[in-house]
């Protein structure tokens, strides 16, 4: 064989492999994303079927499922996950299909609550029915699938996870939930060859604020029922929504932990260095906090070393 046929066979070969699928064990991996109809699930969505992953998108609304079913490598699931039924069927569609579930992003949330003593019951049930138990739910049911195909679960968690504002205990509680339920998770999965990992965005656009608003006015943000105050409040939370940048980096962070050879535990993605900021110095804060009682409490020099320790665990177990 010629050099010039070789190289163009060698280029040949470099193309078809680069539009490839990708695969595992010669077939394609297919990821279910829970809440894939807008903002960080829909761009994940997007971006892997665009790379040639098979996704499983869920969404509750016809019109949502009707947009994603229309994307090339794009099944739609109805799937809402605080009805167990919808789980269940999510399930069996899978199973049916034979392709197998290398990934569950638990994605679905929604934001909401306000100051404690003014905010009612149902509406802080209806946060953690989502925001917990909806990701208890799906990932207790699609975790047989994971475990078959030895594969990952990643949670969409937030930097509210790490701390919170007044009027934030809904949201953020639900968060911190997050970070725990991570924990734990991965330990319980590692033995099983499953990898656990949380993604933590900063403020990235996406629904999840007006739908907030929507909801806490009980109306339709498009009707004519609403008040000028009110259109004045849904307006400027759709304005501030929209100005935040397009979640990109938060879709890289997921596919670092859907596919890398070395996944991490937890992923802060943040759009500027005032919300990493943030969120390192409040983790700081409750470090001194915690160390601030009691007669075991460590020296400033105790705690550099053990900062030391956790920036360099190999050197520290050496």
Known sequence: MSTFVRCIATALL???????????????KSILITGAST????????????????VYAGARK?????????????????????????VDASVALIR????????LVNNAGVGGGAAVIDTPIEDQTFVYRVNVEGVYRTTQAFAPLIIESKGRIATTGSIAGTGSWP?????????????AFTD??????????VHVSVIEPGN???????????????????????????????????ERELSYKEPD????????????????????????????RWTIGTKMTELVQLNQWGPYSYSRDELVKMLDEALNPQEASD
């Open 14 to 28: 470099a193309i078809a492999l680069s539009v490839s699928p990708p695969t595992q064990a010669g077939e394609q």
């Open 39 to 54: 903002g960080i699930g829909r761009n994940l969505a997007e971006t892997l079927a665009a790379e040639g992953y098979h």
């Open 62 to 86: 016809d019109a949502d499922l009707k947009e994603l079913d229309a994307i090339e490598n794009v099944t739609a699931v109805r799937l809402d996950v605080t009805k167990q039924d919808d």
């Open 96 to 103: 049916e299909k034979g392709t197998g579930l290398w990934g």
């Open 167 to 179: 009027g934030g205990s809904a949201y953020s509680g639900s968060k911190h939930w997050i970070e």
């Open 184 to 193: 734990a998770l991965a330990g319980e999965m590692e033995p099983l060859g």
């Open 204 to 238: 990235y656009k996406s629904n999840i604020r007006r739908t907030r608003i929507a909801r806490t006015l009980g109306v339709d943000p498009a009707s004519d029922d609403l008040t000028d105050e009110q259109k004045q409040q849904y307006q400027a939370t759709a």
């Open 249 to 276: 980096e938060v879709t890289e962070a997921f596919k670092h932990a859907l596919f890398s050879e070395k996944p991490l535990l937890r992923y802060v993605v943040v759009p500027n260095a005032d919300e990493q």
